[in-house]
């Protein structure tokens, strides 16, 4: 079935990444959380949102976790909880395109913070730039002939071959600003 879709460039993404305290959605805490809006084709930074996240009782960050983040227990103590994040996450989410690099695991953590706060997954329409990736391989393939090669799915390591400028990693908003960067090319 065909239906009527707008000009991706008519369309608002919101470029999100989560840092969490592990890989784990059913035991591991979602610690700080960025977003990035693609208006227009143009990322805006000055709209970026940013928060720390307080974990919910009996989430600990491990030592992994701490080191990648550097993020302690004490510094999230003091951070807004779960539902505050949400709320803030969630008008985003409603005003456009979720865009995301590697969904399995932030949309894993998201559905899991809707649902230990009694919330309704708002369903958003999903980019996933992962999958950009592997559809441009394949499309490469067809086009070259020759052995399909998957692509690097490393966020950092595929920008970096395909000549985007390298962030500092484990930062929200930069992460956000890469996957958004990626999208844009």
């Not at 079935?1 to 959605?25: I, K």
């Not at 084709?41 to 709209?47: A, P, R, V």
Request: hydrophobic share 45%; proline share 7%.
């Amino acid at each position: 079935m065909f239906f009527h879709s707008p000009p991706w460039d008519e369309v608002v993404y919101w470029s999100l990444d989560l840092e969490t305290g592990g890989l784990d959605e059913h035991r591991d805490a979602i610690v700080s959380v960025g977003m990035v809006p693609v208006r227009a084709g143009t990322i805006l930074l000055g709209e970026a949102f940013h928060s720390l996240v307080r974990p919910a009782g009996g989430m600990a960050l491990g030592a992994p976790s701490i080191a990648a983040h550097q993020l302690t227990p004490g510094e999230l103590a003091d951070a807004p909880g779960l539902a505050e994040v949400i709320e803030s996450l969630d008008e985003r989410l409603r005003e456009g395109v979720l865009l995301v690099h590697q969904a399995g695991v932030d949309v894993a953590f998201l559905k899991r913070a809707y649902r230990a706060l009694g919330r309704r997954w708002p369903k958003p329409q999903l980019v996933d730039t992962v999958q950009l990736l592997l559809a441009l391989a394949h499309r490469q393939r067809f086009a070259s002939k020759t052995p399909e090669q998957l692509p690097t799915l490393n966020l950092a390591e595929a920008r970096r071959e395909l000549g985007l400028p390298e962030y500092t990693a484990h930062d929200p908003v930069l992460d956000a600003l890469a996957c958004a960067e990626l999208f844009l090319l």
